[in-house]
């Protein structure tokens, strides 16, 4: 069946480092790629999508392209903020099926100043 | 524009007891989803809606879980009994179609079950 494997957390960044969050996806089908982010006391928020191999995501300085070869949609950031600090869920949808989404574990990010 | 709305926020109750969540979806969304998020998982769906028709309830345990969406509106999922390892947060999410096909999935704040 379809799963998605998220690297495990916590991530513990200083400000203005680089982030990486490892995600790769198992699917029968041609799935869409989501990444959703769950803010302190927040609801879970899309931050970004792609529906199709190489596509790039992207959204508040976020990024993640959609590489079939590597069944791969890493979440990148190029300078973190303490306001990025949230739990971040990777997810996937078959787009045939209009399937709900599958999410991964989630990673916690913690940025200090 | 109205985001999706869960009451109660909070809930404990004990072992054996019933419990009712309900949902208010975006208006006009025709798809409409539980998931149960327990701590430090990631959401797992318990049922989705297509308008007022059950899509997928494949994980949900129809022994003890039920759900219903009135007229393709509201929506309401029931535990009973509940069981300790029911302790989750149960998230409603709404989108205007599928999810697969690119639209985007809101989901409301969750409501806190703790079962003693």
């Known amino acids: 069946g379809n799963s998605v494997t998220q690297m495990e957390g916590p991530v513990t960044l200083s400000e203005e480092a680089f982030l990486t969050i490892n995600c790769t996806y198992t699917?029968?089908?041609?799935?869409?790629l989501f990444w959703y982010v769950q803010y302190p006391g927040e609801g879970l928020q899309l931050l970004l999508k792609?529906?199709?191999?190489?596509d790039k995501g992207s959204n508040k300085g976020f990024e993640a392209t959609y590489r079939k070869e590597t069944t791969s949609f890493h979440l990148e950031k190029g300078s973190v903020q303490v306001s990025d600090s949230a739990v971040y869920f990777c997810?996937?949808?078959?787009?045939?099926?209009?399937?709900?989404?599958?999410f991964g574990k989630g990673t916690t990010l913690s940025v200090s100043s | 524009e109205a985001g999706v709305a869960q009451s109660p926020r909070y809930k404990i109750i004990e072992k054996r007891q019933s419990v009712a969540f309900w949902c208010n979806p975006i208006?006009?969304?025709?798809?409409l989803y539980w998931y149960q998020q327990i701590l430090g998982q990631g959401p797992k769906l318990l049922i989705q809606?297509?308008?007022?028709?059950?899509?997928?309830d494949s994980q949900l345990p129809k022994d003890r879980f039920s759900a219903e969406r009135l007229k393709g509106v509201d929506s309401t999922l029931k535990i009973q009994p509940a069981k300790l390892e029911d302790s989750a947060v149960y998230l409603c999410?709404?989108?205007?179609?599928?999810?697969?096909?690119?639209?985007?999935?809101?989901f409301g704040q969750g409501t806190r079950l703790t079962v003693v």
């Open positions: 809606f297509q308008n007022n028709g059950v899509v997928d």
């Open positions: 699917a029968t089908g041609y799935p869409s």
């Open positions: 792609a529906t199709k191999a190489d």
């Open positions: 208006s006009g969304h025709a798809t």
């Open positions: 999410a709404s989108s205007l179609d599928r999810v697969g096909r690119g639209t985007e999935a809101f």
């Open positions: 997810a996937l949808s078959d787009q045939q099926a209009g399937t709900a989404l599958i």
